[in-house]
């Protein structure tokens, strides 16, 4: 594939749904292109705007909260192997609504302890932390919130 066509090829990827430049290098190496010829389709698209580290970080943060229902060390672990940038992440993390995230751990506790077939309330406190952690919430929060929920079933 020419350079060229990686571009225009690049472009449409982009203008279609937000990516950053590790998915976008990781395209173009798969498409066989010189990693010169990369840097240089990488840098078009961020002068063209096609590519923004920060729209896309502010946009996966959220998404992944809202939809996949993951906690911030998960969702900073996925965004840190994408190679983003410490500050941008950290930005974006603390954009999310502090009420909102405990609800949805409380929320998502609560909806696991229906599943969970367990006398022993040592064993679900295990379970409920290890399904937090998991995905990806905070020891201090869950353990918060788990011991909030056992004593409310008592």
């Not at 969970?116 to 869950?142: M, V």
């Amino acid at each position: 594939m020419s350079a060229e066509s990686a571009l225009s090829k690049a472009m449409f990827i982009c203008s279609r749904m937000e990516k950053c430049c590790f998915d976008i290098r990781k395209k173009l190496r798969d498409w066989e292109i010189s990693s010169d010829d990369q840097d240089q389709i990488i840098q078009t698209l961020i002068d063209e705007k096609f590519i923004n580290e920060e729209r896309y970080t502010n946009f996966y943060v959220r998404d992944k909260f809202r939809f996949n229902r993951w906690g911030r060390i998960k969702i900073t672990h996925h965004l840190k192997q994408k190679q983003i940038p410490e500050y941008l992440i950290s930005d974006a993390i603390e954009q999310l609504d502090e009420v909102e995230y405990s609800n949805m751990l409380s929320d998502l506790l609560t909806s696991k302890i229906k599943t969970i077939r367990e006398e022993d309330p040592y064993q679900l406190k295990a379970k409920l932390y290890r399904f937090a952690q998991g995905r990806g919430f905070e020891s201090q929060l869950s353990l918060q919130i788990i011991d909030k929920l056992i004593s409310a079933m008592d």
